[in-house]
């Protein structure tokens, strides 16, 4: 299979925003991904005190993980609700502020200053607001952009890699016409084309 039967579909901005709100979250592990466990070295590569992205980031609990062990984490979601649940959920207390750059967008920042959350569109982000980083954890996605949107999210993201940055992309192998996505079916030989 090569994913055509995904290549039109499109989920919406208002779309993810209502999966948030009516707790269709199903993407969401509690427990945290357990292949960042058994690839944080390779993440790491010996290197301490990383910038690391969480692009997409909904409330992924692995932020909490690295942010403990000293790295500073930034991250991008749509969902206001989101971000609020994963403070609240951790017991971390934050601020709120405008993003001048972004209209409408909001930065949510843990008090002790080493996880950044922006609550906007990845796609108004770039090294001028975010500057750039030294790990990815790319877990939901890459699998969760729009098909039409994959090269786009993969200049910006290649955009935001500091020269020896490491990215860890976690995807999801089946049949492409036995569900419909997200997460998407993206095949090895198409990874490989869009990140080269
Ligand atoms: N990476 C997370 C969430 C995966 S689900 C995890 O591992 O749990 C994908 C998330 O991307 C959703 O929370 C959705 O609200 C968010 N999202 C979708 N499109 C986005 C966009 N263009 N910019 C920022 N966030 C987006």
């Given amino acids: 299979a090569d994913g055509g039967s995904q290549q039109e579909r499109v989920v919406t901005e208002e779309e993810w925003l209502h999966k948030w709100e009516m707790g269709n ?3 969401h592990k509690e427990q945290g991904h357990p292949l960042l466990q058994k ?5 790491l590569n010996g290197r301490s005190g990383l910038r690391i992205f969480f692009p997409l980031c909904g409330k992924a609990v692995e932020m909490k993980w690295l942010a403990d062990m000293g790295h500073s984490v930034v991250g991008v979601e749509l969902s206001e609700q989101a971000l609020k649940e994963f403070f609240s959920e951790h017991s971390l207390p934050y601020c709120e502020e405008p993003i001048p750059e972004i209209s409408g967008g909001k930065l949510f920042q ?3 200053g080493n996880i950044s959350l922006y609550c906007c569109s990845i796609y108004d982000l770039s090294s001028a607001i975010v500057g750039k980083f030294d790990g990815v954890w790319d877990r939901g996605a890459l699998v969760a952009v729009n098909p039409c949107d994959r090269q786009r999210y993969v200049s910006l993201m290649t ?6 940055s490491s990215y860890l992309l976690v995807t ?3 049949d492409p016409n036995k ?4 997460p998407f079916y993206v095949p090895d030989s198409e990874v490989k084309s869009l990140f080269g």
Wanted: glycine share 8%; charged share 15%; proline share 4%.
């Fill in 172 to 174: 999801v192998s089946y």
């Fill in 25 to 27: 979250i199903g993407f």
């Fill in 110 to 112: 843990s008090t002790s």
């Fill in 159 to 164: 955009s935001l890699m500091e020269k020896n």
């Fill in 179 to 182: 569900h419909k996505g997200p």
């Fill in 39 to 43: 690839y944080l070295d390779v993440l």
